[in-house]
Every structure is written in structure tokens, then in C-alpha cells.
């Protein structure tokens, strides 16, 4: 089972966050403190599991977690995932999320953390993985996003105007803030389907 | 209409949306806070407005907030109200916010029901998608039970994406209602063998979720995976299946000797890692539950640990964690092999990351022995003068003590190393261990006699230079080794060389600076020091020393008499008394060092942890028995505070020595011996004494002459690799000692005996530095060998715990929901609560007894069973992969009712829907056999109820009565063949009530209407229209086949039958079935209704084909649907204070009506015209009771009832005359058919 799955910056800010079992607010949010604490004092180049996230769990649970650029994806698990598998499942996340949003970046999670939510639903269902097929999961999500968008019709058509123009002055919305090296070396699991 | 929504995206556009917020949110990094507050305040006011689109965009906002840690709960009920939306867009932003937020703990959870029901059964598959994803994280055990079946029914959904996501969330419905494990368990089987890899896929992970936590109850199925894993090349399900079998083959050693061939091709073949990983965690697991009995597999082992080596070494730091990992596992029951790779993990220990540091430290414990634990524990401690962080200094803390003190002490070969190991550890700052190394001296210094006197000594040294470690007293945890430190000095004091010296350090101002408990041992061991000094100048007349001694003692208690700590004070005054007391006898030349040191005379021994947990109750104790009367309530509350107090008492005490004159001490002591000695349970000092009573489990390694070559004490603080020289000198020197003894023995029996000894000595060479005495701990006389069950209680898997293997009882099956106040589902799922006949029902009472009766048995049956299955897993497992399936397909044959699965059949508008494979027209089946001629869940909670309903009327009066009962309760709907007699009750006051009404019947084929039409209105529709479910039964009753069957009905203005988008408006609908001889199932039809206040008829045909084996004929059949008044009621409870305000408000109008000869009892018409109209009654006196329902479209009926002599007379009030005049008038219909 997955129990959590968090995603924050460099900073502990958090872009993304997805508890399977019932906490407060607040501890949640400590939650995601102390595994940004955990998670951000660790150099790169050493192994992506951390044992232990002392608030989620016990002893069964592990974090797994990647970091690509400016964003940690932490995974919290416990001993019936296969620790190499859930890191490929990372990988497909965010691959996915590339896919989905071209070129992803920060932004576009900080801005629409809404369609995560829903890539991530296709891929992790109440704590257990649903799919892994990255084509599969696309189909899906697009699927969805076509539905919105005839339901949206003629009467989404002004409010789509209004924030076009709203985001037509901003300078801070730069497209393109790659996500950096995304190809971090994953142990080959190729068949993933 | 398209002004208003035009309207509403022109008010949208100036709402803030999510992006707006985000923004400002990051516009506003000083005042964060009181942005989101003006936003939540905001959102507030969205919220309240009626437009859906203004509604879900506050509740996406709010879903933002709830991630920044804002508690929106009091949001609730605007995401359900958004999760009920029509359009998909707004559904989806409901379901988000309401997975993100709700909890078993929000109240508006239990509004959802109908709404995620309606969801589930919706013709759009995201529709259902959402819903159950949504579900899946916010499911209580009320939503589990109540969709259940709904969602059991998905599961053999058409479209495999449904499918994949119902399987899936099967396992949370398991969680929270366990009853529906065993009826979901065969089709979840089922979906094992699924076309779609994605169902398979989540088939095979909730079966590993299950059988991880119970694997015992999924033995069953290793065939079956066996299969699946020879044949899947999913990875994914590959590693789930691999990871089961691990669980599984510790119970069952013959699995395990399958496995072994196929994993270790995968081994070799696969080039994926992680599906490597598993193969050979689970081989090691295979190769732990075959170690005791199995030959050899060191083949196996080897190519485990080659594979693990390869991991370790590589570069992927994940890989080299992982491999560790494994590794350690492999060390418990194989720790040779392990040990040969100590290099690699000793270099590991040197890695930069921690996480791989610290497995490596779990190897290390188990690979050290006897030869190598010095150079391992220096290895440590060079570590952990390295190490930055308090985190992993600490682990290193505790791994270098587990090391050391594991199976009592077993590898340490001297002891005077493993203290100064100790005291060097103390020197770390800031360590929360300082408990773990006192406890550590402590047990050394007991149970070690040879090594006390070193041990007292460091801990003088230790107390002499406290203040080195109470640097900072609050925060520095080492501090607690002075516990241990002084206690030892103490106890031990005769081996100290000047125990005047240690008082006074024991004494000094600083002490007072320490954590209460450990004053209170200072304090204690300063007067057992005390007594020793005055024993050490016993004889000496006028003994300067001693009487300086007690000046100070008298000097520095004070001090501790005033401290805050009760213990020490306590002690502190004790000790201070006798002292004084002491001082005077000195200044009169009285001899008083006996009586002093008798005070503390005897000696301590270890004891078990868990003796006292052990001690056998002795016969005839009843612990659970009252000794006094218990005291009433009020008094134990009086008594509460009192144990506050008690709580205060610090844990670290001694037993407390009373202040009392030495006469009355000796004179206790002497009773407290005398008791002792008759106490079977206490400890005696002396070892002579504990032969007497040579408890089992106690044995005593003989002491043995302390080898003099190494010298007992090294001056100043030791430093611990000292010892280590010294101890491989010593082995050296003790090797060349045996090769001369060896050469000796060879020359004398030459041939006779070769040992292979040659290379690096054995473990069983090393003799220990000095043999020690190592007291076991003592255990009780008879200790109990129990060992206590660790499974923690709360574990929500404890109730998952099921046989699998037993067939479906009839009691067994998810609760269906009840036909009122519910909204649509699928046609399907319904199916098997009322496609029973009334016969069925009849007999539902005798069943129930059969069933307790049948759980009685089922204990016997189960044991039978068990032992059955043994065998037929025997077989199974000894043949091959495909015979064992067969074999299994049988035993499910065997078992009906776990059979009756599904045959997929697509629904045109809602669903899939799930052929009762149980014959609805043979409903007079043998009583003997229900499990076979019953579907797994024929008994609804529908039935449910009113069983209890009649058990509670049984209860009350035991009339015998007879009833005729029609079950035609509507005018005419189906002309004369309408009228279908009742059948004969006897011996039940509560007849039992039909809902359903034959709607037209030929030859060939019947059709049941139900009465009690599903009723629901859309919300946001709010009061134009309202949409009707009539579920219809169809019964074949020819011979032939039916099938094509359509459904049509001639719409009039009020009335429409939904058809799908795109069909005519006279369009036939598609039965989503075909009929089998003598089958029946039921269909549901959604019909949009404008006007509820008047009843409606609608005329309809039924076109169907007849098959039979020679031809096939196209028949037809009409009917009329008859909408009464009634089924727009829906059944809504009303508090009697309420209900009263109603009718005050004077908005109603009144009418009444008069039945005269009914002749049954009150409760009876009560009961009826709750089931059969809706009502619920409001208050019941005696012959008297009021009664409310409400309409689909709000409006309020109420009626009192009042009943003498055969008169009923109703006195009914509405806000809509029509619509209660017709209420009253099929009222009036109802009775008149009694």
C-alpha cells in the first residue's frame, strides 16, 4: 500500500499532496515538514529510500522518494511495495505529467495542481497502484479533459477569454523552466505494461 | 434560461479562480495569512450562491487550501453539494475536495450515499471512475455496507477500465465492512483469470493485500498463482505474485519446494531488477522455511548471496541498499554463508549515505563472533567519534550495545573490555541513550562477579569526574549512567579502594543539580557507603575517619533533605535521622559498624523481565472475583485524585527502608526472613540457596578460575583497544600453547584423528579472557511458557481474518438496499433481494433458526473442511500447474453458491447487469438444500428488517391469526389477472408485505411491477421535474427461450420514459437480458415526471422472441403502468416537535377519511401504511398515532390515525389538496382489499 504521496520544492513547499489514511490538517503538514526535513538534507547520489517516516505508519513504512530539479517526489510506502518498482512508478508520474503538461515545470504544478490530482487518480487509486502503462493512463486523463472541455461549450467561452487575458500580463508565467535531467538513471524494469 | 447561464459566466469571470488565487496567494508572501483569510471569506460568499459553477470553483480553491493546511471541513457540505452536480467538470472538483477532506469523522458523509450510488450506475464510465476514486478514500464502514454490492456488481462492468478501479477499491469495502469479504471473494477470483491485464493487475494486488496480513486463508489460490506467474510477463503482477509467495511458504514448506525451480529461472532470465530483487527475497524466504528438514539448497543460497553481492557492489546506491537489505535476511537462518562477505560490508560501513550505513550495521550484528567482536565494536567506535549527526551516533550507540549484549553476553571474552567500551561511550554529548549504557553496567556489574571490582572501580573514576558529563544537565540524557554509576559504587562498595574518596564525590553541592531519580540512588548508596567505611574502621577506637565520615554526612544531607523531589527528601531525612543517631553512639564509644552494614546485607539477583508476568496463579485464585463489595459509582470518583499522587512516585525506586529504631528493624528483618523463607516466589540471595529450589530455565555457568595472564586493571580512564592488543596477544600466545599441546597429541595418536584446523582458528578455540560467571535471570518456579500474541488489536486486518475455502452460507451476502428512499442503480444489482418470489420469503423465518443451527455445525464442518482441503492442496501441489487449476475448478463446482457469477449483459442506459443464475420460478425448492438453490444473496437487508420487524411484533403479542394477503394493491393495473391471491400465513402476526404487483402476465411471460417506485430528484433541477425508477421483474414462465425483449411505453405530457440520448421519442428501450426457461430478473426504467398530485397510467407494450428448439415466434404483451401518488412519497422521518410546528403553521389543509370493519390490530395498520404508503409515524398513544411523509417535491403529509371497534378513522393534513386526496384514496384502496 501507498500511504502518502507528497510532492514539494526545494524550499518544503508544497506542490502536491495525497494522504490515503485520515490525518489533520496539521499533521499533515507536519508530515510534510519532517519528511522535507528528512528528504532534503540527503545528498544526491545516494539511495532513494529513507526508512522510517516517523509520523506515517511505523516501522513497516518506508520513503521513496526522486528528485528532479527543483521538485521532490516522495512516495510512502510500506513492505508489500516493491521498493525498485514504486521508483519506476515515480518515473512514470513524471513522465506522464511531461506528457501531459509539454515540458512540465514547477509552474505548472503550483498552477494547476488540480489536473495532478487528477493524472495521479488514473495511476494510484486509494493507495494501490491502478496502472502503469503511461500510454493508457494518457488515453484516460484526455479522455476527461475532452469531456470538461464540451461540457465547458459556448458558456466556458468567456470565462477561458477572462483568464487568457488575465494571464496575457503577467511576465511571471515563463513556460519552459525544464524539469531538468529526467532521464536519472532508473534500474531497467523495462517491460512496465 | 440561456440569459441566466450567459449571466453566470459573466459573474464567474469575476471570481477569483484557482490560478487567481495561486497567484495572489504568491503576491502576497508577507501578509500569506491574511490573503488567504480575505480569500476563505470569499469563497464563503461563493459558496453561498446558487450557481454550480460559482460553487465548484470555491471548492477547487478550497481544495488548494486544504493542501496548504487549512481545515476546510466546514466546507462539507458544499462539496457534496458539488459532488452531486450533473456535469461532469464540477463532479470531478467535488470528488477531489471530498477525497482530500472527508474522513469517517465527517458527518456529511452518510448524505453521499445515493449520490455515489447514482454515480456509480451512470451510463458515462468517468462518471463512475470519479465516483469510486473518490470512494476509495474517503469510504466509511457505513458506505462499504451500503455499496457493497453496487460496487460488486462493477467489478463484471463491460468497460475494463470500471472494471480495474472496482476490483481495486474492493479492498478498502473489505476493510471497513469484513462481512463482504466472503461473498466479493469468488468474483475477485474470478478477475485473476480477467482478459484485461489491468483487472488481473488489481485482482492480483488487493489478493497480495489480503493474503499479506492472513496468508493462511489464501493457500488455496497458490495453485492458481503458480499459474499465473509462469504465465504473466507483467512485471508488476510478477513481483506481487512473488512478494504473496513469500508470504505464503512459511506456512506451507511443499510450496516452497515448487517455487525454487521457477524463481531461480527468473533469476537468471530476468533483466529486470526489481522482479530479480523480489525472486531472490523470495527464494531466501523459501529457503528459511525449508532450512530445518531440507537437505541442501546451498546451491540456491549461493546463487542468492552471488546475485546480493552483485547488488551491493554496484554503483546504484538504491541497489546496494536493497541488496543489504536481503542480505540481512539471509543472515538469520544462514549466517555463514553472510559472514564470508564481511569485507564488502564492512566497507559499507564507510559509505556516504546513511540509509546504506545503517543496514550495513544490521548485518554486522549478526556476523560477529567470538574472534572478531573487538575488532568490529573498535571499527564502531572509530565511527562514532566520526559521525556528525546525533541521529545515526546514536544508532551506532545502540547497534554497538546490541552487538555486544546479544544471547546474554555470548561473544564478549572479556568483560573489563566491554566496560571500558562503556565508559568510553559515555563520553558522547548529547546521546538519549545514556539509559541503555547505565542499564548496561548495571546488568554487567550483577551478573559479572569477577568483573565487579574493575566495574566499581571506573565507576568511581566515573563519579569522581560527574561533572564531565552533566555538562547540561536538561538536555544531556548521559547523565543517567551516574544512576548506575553510583548504584554500583554502592552495592559493590567493598571492592572500593577508598570508598571515603566516592562519598564525598557522591555528596558534593552539584549533585543536587541532577534529575530526582538519580539523587534519590546517591543518596541511598551514600549511606551504604557510609556503612562500609564505618566497617572498614571497625575496631579502632575513637576512629577519627568514621566520625568524620558521619560529620559529613550530616553536613551535606541537608541539602537534599530540602530538595523538591519527594524521594529524595524522603530518603534524605530517613538517612540524615540515622546518621545522627550513629554520631551519638560514636561520641559514646558504642561499636555500631554491625548493625549499620547489617541494614544493607544480602545480595541482589537478576530476575527476568517477564518473571513476574510468569508466576503461575496458584489454584484456586480467582483474580477477576471481588475481594470487597465494589464501592459505588460516586465513591471511586471521590477516590480519582488521590491516584495522582501515586503517579508522582519516581520509577527508578528502591525498595524504601523505613525510619524505625534498630531493634524494630532487626526484628522486621527477622519476620521478613522468616516469611521469605516460606515464600516460594522470592529470590533467595545465596546461590546455596537457589539449588534448594533449582528452578526450571535456571542453570548456572560454574565460575571458573580467573585467568591471571591478563591484568585485571588498567590505571586511569581505560581506553578499550589497549584490551585489544592485549587480547590478541593473549590469543597468540594461546595458540602456540595449544600447537604444542596439538604437536603433543598428534605425535601420541598419529593418523588416527586429522583435524582441518590449520587455517584461522575456530570460534570454539578462543577461550575467554576470564571466565565469568554470567547469572542467568531468574524466573519463577512453573513460569508459565506462554509467550504473548504480538498481533496489535486495532489491526483493522485482525477482522479480515476468514476462511475463504467454506461455501457461502445463505446469511452470507452484501446487504442490499432497500427499495424506498434510495436512489438509482443499476437494474442489476437488484436483482436478487426481489426477484424472490413470496414463497421464499415465507419461509425466511424457518430458515433463520437453520441458520444458527447451520453455524453450530459449521465449526464441525470447517474442521472437516480444513482437513479436506489439506488433501486436496496436497494434490495440488504435486501435480502440475494445469491439473491444479482443473482440480480447482472442480472444488468450485462442488460449491455452488460461490459460483453464481455474473454473465456480463450490457445495459443500454445504466449498467451492466448480472443474470440471476437462481430460478425465481421454482420458488418451492427443498427447504434442506437452500445453499444450492439460492442465490449467495437472495436474504436483502430488506428482509432483514422486516424479519426483525416480525420478531419484535412476535415478541409482543403471540396471537394466532389468519391472513389473507393480496399482494395487488393498485387499482387495475393488469385488469383481472392482477389480482393474485396471497398465500395462507400461519402462526406469523405480521403478514408479509409485497411490493410487488403483477403488471400483465401471458404464456409466456410475466412482468412484476414493484409498488414502491424508486423515487429521486436531480438536485439543481430542484422543483420542475423529478425522475421515477420502476423496476420490473420479468419471469419467464414458458418453456422457450426469450430473448430480445423491448420495452416500450406510450409517454404522455406529464409522464416520459428516459430513453437514450439519441433515441426517438417512441422509441422501445432493450431489456438488458434474455430470459432462460423458468428464470426471472429485473429491469429498471427511469421515467421523468412533471405533476406528482395526481396518479398517472401509461400504456406500454413488451415485444419479445420466443426461442425453442424447433422455432422461433415474436410475441407481445401490454400492460399499464399505474404511477400512484404514493410512490412519490419517500419515507422521511420527523421529530414529534417538528412535526407539531408543521401543523401549527396553519399552511396546510386539511381532509379525512373513515374505514370501517378493518379488522387487525393497530400496530398491523400501522405497519402497513408505513410499507405500503411511505409514512413514518411521528408519536404512538395507545390507539392513537401521528404519521409524515414527504413528496419528492417537498410537499408534507400528515395523518392521524386514531382506531376503535373495527373504526379507523385518518385525519390527514397537506400543503397540496389533490395530492392528499389521492394519498387518502389508495389508502382507502389498501384496506379495502384486507
Known sequence: MIKAILIFNNHGKPRLSKFYEHYTEDTEQQIIRETFHLVSKRDENICNFLEGGLLIGGSDNKLIYRHYATLYFVFCVDSSESELGILDLIQVFVETLDKCFENVCELDLIFHVDKVHNILAEMVMGGMVLETNMSEIITQVEAQGKMEKSEAGIAGAPARAVSAVKNMNLPEMPKNINIGDISIKVPNLPSFK | ?1234
Request: charged letters at 30%; aromatic letters at 6%; glycine letters at 4%.
Open chain 2, 1 to 1234: 434560461m440561456a440569459l441566466k447561464i450567459v449571466k453566470g459566466s459573466i459573474d464567474r469571470m469575476f471570481d477569483k479562480n484557482l490560478q487567481d488565487l495561486v497567484r495572489g496567494i504568491r503576491n502576497h508572501k508577507d501578509d500569506e495569512a491574511k490573503y488567504i483569510s480575505t480569500c476563505i471569506d470569499e469563497i464563503k460568499q461563493e459558496l453561498k450562491q446558487d450557481n454550480i459553477a460559482v460553487k465548484a470553483n470555491a471548492v477547487c480553491k478550497l481544495t488548494y487550501l486544504q493542501m496548504l493546511g487549512y481545515d476546510v471541513s466546514w466546507a462539507a457540505f458544499n462539496i457534496v453539494e458539488v459532488m452531486s452536480s450533473s456535469k461532469f467538470t464540477y463532479k470531478r472538483i467535488g470528488y477531489l475536495a471530498a477525497s482530500q477532506c472527508f474522513h469517517e469523522g465527517t458527518d456529511v458523509i452518510m448524505l453521499t450515499t445515493n449520490q455515489i450510488r447514482k454515480d456509480l450506475s451512470s451510463p458515462n464510465q468517468y462518471d463512475t471512475g470519479v465516483a469510486l476514486t473518490g470512494l476509495s478514500c474517503f469510504v466509511t464502514p457505513d458506505l462499504a455496507r451500503d455499496l457493497a454490492n453496487d460496487i460488486m456488481t462493477l467489478m463484471s462492468h463491460t468497460k475494463p477500465y470500471i472494471r480495474k478501479k472496482a476490483v481495486l477499491i474492493m479492498y478498502k469495502v473489505f476493510l471497513k465492512y469484513p462481512e463482504s469479504l466472503r461473498p466479493a471473494f469468488p468474483r475477485l477470483k474470478e478477475k485473476l483469470e480477467d482478459p484485461d491485464p489491468g483487472v488481473q493487475s488489481a485482482a492480483v494486488n488487493v489478493i497480495c493485500e489480503l493474503a499479506r496480513r492472513n496468508p493462511k486463508n489464501y493457500l488455496s489460490l497458490a495453485p492458481l498463482f503458480f499459474k499465473l506467474m509462469t504465465s504473466s510477463t507483467n512485471n508488476w503482477v510478477l513481483i506481487k505474485i512473488i512478494k504473496l509467495f513469500g508470504a505464503l511458504t512459511p506456512l506451507e514448506p511443499r510450496l516452497g519446494k515448487k517455487l525454487i525451480e521457477p524463481l531461480t529461472n527468473l533469476i537468471h532470465s530476468t533483466s529486470a531488477m526489481s522482479l530479480l530483487y523480489e525472486c531472490v527475497n523470495t527464494v531466501i524466504a523459501v529457503l528459511i522455511s525449508l532450512s530445518s528438514g531440507m537437505p541442501n539448497h546451498s546451491a540456491s543460497i549461493q546463487l542468492c548471496v552471488q546475485k546480493l553481492r552483485i547488488l551491493i557492489e554496484d554503483s546504484d546506491q538504491n541497489l546496494k541498499y536493497l541488496g543489504l537489505l536481503a542480505m540481512s535476511k539471509i543472515l538469520k537462518t544462514h549466517p555463514k554463508s553472510v559472514q564470508s562477505h564481511k569485507d564488502l560490508i564492512l566497507q559499507c560501513l564507510d559509505d556516504k549515505d546513511e540509509s546504506i550505513r545503517l543496514r550495513a550495521l544490521d548485518l554486522l550484528y549478526g556476523m560477529v563472533s567470538k574472534k572478531n567482536l573487538m575488532e568490529i565494536v573498535k571499527k564502531l567506535m572509530l565511527h562514532v567519534d566520526k559521525a556528525e549527526g546525533t541521529t545515526y551516533r546514536d544508532e551506532l550507540l545502540t547497534k554497538i550495545i546490541d552487538i555486544c549484549s546479544q544471547s546474554n553476553f555470548q561473544y564478549i571474552t572479556n568483560f573489563e573490555w566491554y566496560i571500558s567500551i562503556l565508559v568510553e561511550l559515555t563520553r558522547l554529548e548529547g546521546t538519549r541513550h545514556g539509559h541503555l549504557i547505565a542499564s548496561q553496567m548495571l546488568d554487567v556489574a550483577i551478573r559479572v562477579k569477577a568483573i565487579r571490582g574493575f566495574a566499581v572501580a571506573q565507576m568511581a573514576t566515573l563519579l569522581d569526574n560527574a561533572h564531565l558529563l552533566t555538562g547540561n544537565t536538561q538536555r544531556n540524557g548521559i547523565c543517567e549512567v551516574l544512576y548506575a554509576a553510583a548504584w554500583i559504587c554502592g552495592e559493590f562498595s567493598e571492592h572500593l579502594e577508598d570508598p571515603m574518596q566516592t562519598l564525598e564525590a557522591m555528596l558534593r553541592p552539584k549533585v543536587a543539580t541532577l534529575p530526582g531519580h538519580i539523587q534519590a540512588v546517591y543518596v541511598q548508596n551514600a549511606a551504604k557507603l557510609f556503612a562500609t567505611v564505618l566497617r572498614k574502621h571497625d575496631g579502632e577506637t575513637e576512629s577519627q575517619a568514621a566520625q568524620e565520615t558521619s560529620q559529613l554526612l550530616i553536613d551535606r544531607l541537608p541539602l537534599f533533605v530540602q530538595s523538591a523531589n519527594l524521594e529524595v527528601q524522603e530518603r534524605a531525612s530517613c538517612i540524615l535521622q540515622l546518621v545522627k543517631y550513629i554520631q551519638k553512639l560514636q561520641q559514646k564509644n558504642v561499636e555500631v559498624a554491625e548493625e549499620v552494614t547489617a541494614l544493607f546485607a544480602g545480595e541482589l539477583n537478576p530476575v527476568a523481565p517477564k518473571a513476574q508476568k510468569k508466576v503461575p496463579i496458584p489454584e484456586g485464585l480467582d483474580l477477576d472475583a471481588w475481594i470487597n463489595e465494589p464501592p459505588s459509582e460516586s465513591e471511586s470518583e471521590d477516590e480519582k485524585p488521590k491516584a495522582v499522587f501515586a503517579k508522582e512516585e519516581p520509577k527508578h525506586s528502591r525498595s524504601r527502608h523505613t525510619e524505625v529504631d534498630e531493634k524494630e528493624l532487626a526484628r522486621r528483618r527477622e519476620v521478613r526472613k522468616q516469611e521469605q523463607a516460606n515464600n516460594p516466589f522470592y529470590i533467595k540471595a545465596s546461590p546455596s540457596s537457589q539449588k534448594v529450589y533449582d528452578a526450571p530455565g535456571v542453570e548456572h555457568i560454574p565460575v571458573v578460575q580467573i585467568d591471571l595472564s591478563v591484568p585485571l586493571k588498567v590505571p586511569g580512564m581505560p581506553m578499550s583497544d589497549q584490551y585489544l592488543k592485549l587480547e590478541v596477544e593473549r590469543r597468540q600466545k594461546e595458540k602456540a600453547e595449544r600447537k604444542k599441546k596439538e604437536k603433543k597429541k598428534k605425535r601420541e595418536k598419529r593418523g588416527k584423528e586429522r583435524k582441518a584446523d590449520s587455517g584461522p582458528e575456530s570460534e570454539e578455540d578462543i577461550t575467554p579472557a576470564h571466565q565469568v560467571d554470567i547469572v542467568t535471570e531468574e524466573m519463577p518456579e512453573n513460569a508459565l511458557p506462554s509467550d504473548d500474541d504480538d498481533k496489535d488489536p486495532n489491526d483493522p486486518h485482525k477482522a479480515l481474518d476468514i476462511d475463504l475455502d467454506k461455501p457461502l452460507a445463505d446469511s452470507e451476502k452484501l446487504p442490499v438496499r432497500t427499495h424506498r428512499p434510495e436512489a438509482l442503480k443499476s437494474p442489476a444489482e437488484d436483482r436478487d433481494s426481489e426477484s424472490v418470489p413470496q414463497e421464499t420469503k415465507k419461509k425466511s423465518g424457518k430458515e433463520k433458526k437453520k441458520d444458527k443451527e447451520k453455524d453450530r455445525k459449521r465449526s464441525k464442518e470447517e474442521k472437516k473442511k480444513k482437513k479436506k482441503h489439506k488433501e486436496v492442496e496436497e494434490e495440488l501441489l504435486e501435480s502440475q500447474p494445469e491439473e491444479a487449476v482443473q482440480s480447482e475448478e472442480t472444488k468450485e463446482a462442488a460449491a455452488p453458491p460461490t459460483s453464481t457469477s455474473a454473465e456480463e449483459v450490457t445495459a443500454p442506459s445504466s449498467a451492466a447487469a448480472a443474470v440471476d443464475t437462481s430460478s425465481a420460478a421454482a420458488p418451492e425448492s427443498e427447504p434442506d438444500e437452500p445453499k444450492d438453490t439460492e442465490p449467495e444473496d437472495t436474504k436483502s437487508s430488506k428482509h432483514k428488517k422486516k424479519k426483525q420487524k416480525k420478531e419484535k411484533e412476535e415478541k409482543e403479542k403471540k396471537k394466532k391469526k389468519r391472513h389473507h394477503h393480496h399482494h395487488q394493491h393498485h387499482s387495475d393495473a393488469g385488469g383481472e389477472d392482477s389480482v393474485q391471491n396471497g398465500t395462507v400465513e400461519e402462526e406469523e402476526p405480521l403478514p408479509p408485505m409485497s411490493n410487488y404487483s403483477l403488471l400483465a402476465e401471458n404464456s409466456y411471460i410475466k412482468m412484476m411491477k414493484e409498488d414502491a417506485d424508486q423515487v429521486y430528484d436531480i438536485q439543481g433541477n430542484h422543483q420542475d421535474e423529478s425522475k421515477v425508477v420502476v423496476s420490473v421483474i420479468f419471469e419467464n414462465k414458458s418453456d422457450s427461450f426469450l430473448k430480445s425483449m423491448e420495452f416500450n411505453v406510450l409517454d404522455s405530457l406529464n409522464s416520459k420514459l428516459q430513453r437514450p440520448e439519441g433515441a426517438g421519442a417512441h422509441d422501445s428501450l432493450t431489456v438488458p437480458f434474455q430470459l432462460p426457461p423458468g428464470v426471472s430478473n429485473e429491469a429498471r426504467f427511469v421515467f421523468s415526471v412533471q405533476s406528482i398530485i395526481m396518479p398517472q397510467k401509461l400504456k406500454g407494450t413488451l415485444t419479445f422472441i420466443v426461442k425453442s428448439d424447433e422455432s422461433s415466434t415474436h410475441e407481445k404483451l401490454d400492460f399499464k403502468l399505474h404511477f400512484t401518488c404514493t410512490s412519490y412519497l419517500i419515507t422521511t422521518p420527523c421529530y414529534s416537535d417538528a412535526y407539531a410546528k408543521l401543523l401549527e403553521s396553519g399552511d396546510l389543509k386539511g381532509s379525512s377519511l373513515r374505514l370501517e370493519g378493518i379488522n387487525m390490530p393497530f400496530h398491523h395498520l400501522l405497519a402497513r401504511i408505513c410499507f405500503h404508503h411511505h409514512f413514518s409515524v411521528v408519536e404512538r398513544i395507545d390507539s392513537c398515532a401521528s404519521m409524515y411523509s414527504r413528496s419528492i417535491q417537498g410537499h408534507h403529509v400528515c395523518l392521524l390515525v386514531k382506531t376503535s371497534d373495527q373504526t379507523v378513522s385518518i385525519d390527514a393534513k397537506c400543503d397540496e389538496p389533490s395530492l392528499l386526496g389521492n394519498v387518502l384514496d389508495e389508502i382507502k384502496q389498501t384496506f379495502s382489499k384486507c
